[in-house]
């Protein structure tokens, strides 16, 4: 069985991958702001303190993760932040858009190099940054969500400069959108239910391959545009 890390464990998609992980007995190590709310008791899940806005934060969970496991098998940069709900531009503020790209955009960067040593101990290593439609560029038809949107976008490009690092040394990185899902970010409205989403999702993660680095995937499989 795999070693996997996922970031934002504490509810939605990150929750309802750490369920599905241990129904399959992998070993599950997440990062999360406040460990003491979380109610999962498992003998393979390990939950530790991780603010990924903060690096000395995400310096300490790595140093964290590293007295669990020798060798990370899966990275799943899952934790993020909304921006507001479709804010145009007389409604920006600045401070909080930077607060966005700090969590969607540096957050994963940080993790991803502070657990990349323990990504390179084992083979066929990956890392899938859980991203969104709303990043992409040629599907910007509605407009509006400027800080979220652009900390999408500059996480697809952190993927795929990670995609050309990781190349020789056998790290494939690929970046998901886990659809319109019905959480606390996704709202009511949603289509998608949690499960059918991560079920989509843990699929193409197990088959990420080298040919898949760098490129950007719907849960369904579909490739998107960037």
Known sequence: MATWVITGGNRGI???FINQLLLKNHTVITGVRNPEQMDENHEFLHVIKLDVSDSKSVIEFAH???QHTSQVDVLV???GRMDGRWQSIDEVDADVSLEVLNVNTIGPLRVAQALWPLLEKTTDSKVANITSLMGSIDDCLSGKSYAYRTS?????????????EGKDIDISVSCYHPGWVMTDM???????????SVTGLIRLIEMQTLEQSGRFFEYTGVELPW
């Open 186 to 196: 996704g709202g009511e409205r949603a289509p998608v239910q949690p499960h059918e």
């Open 14 to 16: 990150g929750k309802e």
């Open 64 to 66: 964290s993760v590293s």
């Open 152 to 164: 999408k976008t500059g996480l697809n490009m952190i993927t795929k400069i990670l995609s050309v």
């Open 77 to 79: 940069n899952n934790a």
